[in-house]
């Protein structure tokens, strides 16, 4: 027993000195928000098998949106001397500094799906083209809701700039349009329950809504849950991400139409160009890098799983 201790204890300090494991691996940390949302998921687990494809060894956190977290983990990466970190972030003014940190440490920062508010601190910024995505989905919607009706936003959380980002690209396309009323907008903060529950109350002050748009797909399916559980099942709902529970929900008729952000893709690319940036000290691309988002409707939702679009 006392040598199995002394063995884990000699590894640790091993890695921490050489970000390197026994087997000869450099060490990639990859670090999003909360795995029980299946956006955040995928990242993680593609980013993480990628990287064991490549040769590295992988370590895997969750911030659940907390900062102090966040930061504590970078603390780890570089206490473990990291190759490189990849990273859905906790907040695009909070990050910063945790990202500095790490490359006044040596070790780059490759961002995906949240932008932070600075350049030249991160080796990359990967993100979904959500204003082009939204607009997708805009259009979409106001073609299903006739051009005209009254209509809720609801509005993931506030710090995170794709919340505002999709909002705008939202209000781009509708409001476009005189006779499309907006009767109420409350954030969910990116949350089912929570959006279950302001649809709920939304919908005692609005009882003739004929439709919702949504920040994100995890708030589109807690609308839906409510507006169902009120007999209103029949309002437009939209959403954004191009989740496997919207698919689904899209393919029963229920909710009508979503985004995809191919969050596995762009997980693979923050991998790949780590691997890039490591090997030869530049990734080769500019550090914002934005791809582009794909309508999904009943047409081809059965070709959507995890967040990709399938043959």
Sequence with gaps: ?????????????????????????????IITPSHSNPFFKTEADVA????????????????????????????????????????????ADVTIAAVQKAKDAGIPTFLIDREINATGVAAAQIVANNYQGVQLVAEFFVEQMGEEGEYVELVGRESDTNAGVRSRSYHDVIDQYPDMKMVAR??????????????????????????????NDTMAMGAMAALKAAGKGNVIVVGFDGSND??????????????????????????????????????GQDEKQLVDCVLITKDNAAKLDNFAMQP
């Design 1 to 29: 027993m006392k040598k199995n201790i002394l063995a884990v204890a000699f590894l640790a300090v091993f890695v921490a000195l050489t970000g390197v494991t026994l087997a000869g691996e450099k060490l990639i940390v």
């Design 48 to 91: 993480a098998a990628k990287a064991k494809e490549l040769g590295y060894a992988v370590q895997s956190y969750s911030h659940d949106d907390d900062a102090s977290k966040q930061s504590n983990y970078f603390d780890t990466a570089i206490a473990n001397k990291a190759a490189a970190i990849i990273l859905d972030n906790a907040g």
């Design 186 to 215: 409350q954030s969910a903060n990116w949350s089912q329950p929570e959006a279950f529950s302001k649809m709920e109350s939304i919908l005692q002050a609005n009882p003739n809504i004929k439709g919702v748009i949504s920040g």
């Design 246 to 283: 919207v698919r689904d929900s899209i393919i029963a008729g229920d909710i009508k139409a979503t985004g995809l952000q191919p969050a596995a893709r762009i997980a693979a690319m923050a991998v790949e160009q780590a691997d890039q940036y490591i090997r030869t000290g530049s990734t």
